[in-house]
Each structure stands twice: as structure tokens, then as C-alpha cells.
């Protein structure tokens, strides 16, 4: 079993940033993909960034060119730095696992992107 924390959301003004991290520990066998997707308020969950062993990386265009996926492979930690933050963004963002096969889920952190 994998568990995932994330961290780093909040209240932002538009046009601000904030940096989500999303840290893995647990049974930890062979990661293949590290992503974030988020739910709005009365809608599904969708797509927001992903990124592969070897550093690919692919994004929503809603968030392309502002939003940054990284990782950090030694600590099993994936972070989406995010800019120029929108009132659209505000949403519950979840970071999302694929390892050996399975797919894990965090609890979800709170964007609020509002003035």
C-alpha cells in the first residue's frame, strides 16, 4: 500500500502562486507516473499535470504555461508549482500515483483562488 500526503494549498489572490507538494511513502515498488488532477465545485475531476520515470512531462492546456510539474525521485515527492493563478483554478487538488500497476490517491488539498 502506498500512502500519499499532500500539501501547500490555501487562499490566493488572482494571479498569485502556490506550490503543491505531494510526498509517498508506504510500500513504495516501482513509480511510473506522479500527477495532480483536481475537482472544481459541482464538477468531475480532471486532468491538471503528469509526470513519467525519465522526467516527461504533460499537462491540461488550461494550465500550460502556467502551471510546472516536477519531482524529486529520492524522496518520492512530486510538487506543481502553480502561477498566474486563476479564479477557475479553485479546486480540490489531489496527487495520483501509478505504482507497479496500481493506482493511489491522496486525501486532496484545498486551492482557493479568490480576491
Known amino acids: 500500500q502506498v500512502h500519499l ?3 501547500g494549498g490555501g487562499l490566493v489572490q ?3 502562486s502556490l506550490r ?3 510526498a509517498s511513502s508506504g510500500s513504495i515498488s516501482s513509480i511510473s507516473a506522479m500527477g495532480w488532477y ?3 465545485p459541482g464538477k468531475g475531476r480532471e486532468f491538471v499535470a503528469r509526470i513519467f520515470n525519465g522526467g516527461a512531462t504533460n499537462y491540461a492546456d488550461s494550465v500550460k504555461g502556467r502551471f510546472t510539474i516536477s519531482r ?3 524522496r518520492n515527492t ?3 508549482q502553480m502561477n498566474s493563478l486563476k479564479p477557475e483554478d ?8 501509478l505504482d507497479n500497476g496500481a493506482s493511489y490517491w491522496g486525501q486532496g ?6 480576491s
Not at 488539498?109 to 479568490?114: D, Y
Open 20 to 22: 503543491l507538494s505531494c
Open 72 to 74: 524529486d525521485n529520492a
Open 14 to 16: 488572482p494571479g498569485g
Open 78 to 80: 512530486v510538487f506543481l
Open 38 to 40: 483536481r475537482q472544481a
Open 109 to 114: 488539498t484545498q486551492v482557493t483562488v479568490s
Open 5 to 7: 500526503v499532500e500539501s
Open 90 to 97: 479553485t479546486a480540490v487538488y489531489s496527487c495520483n500515483v
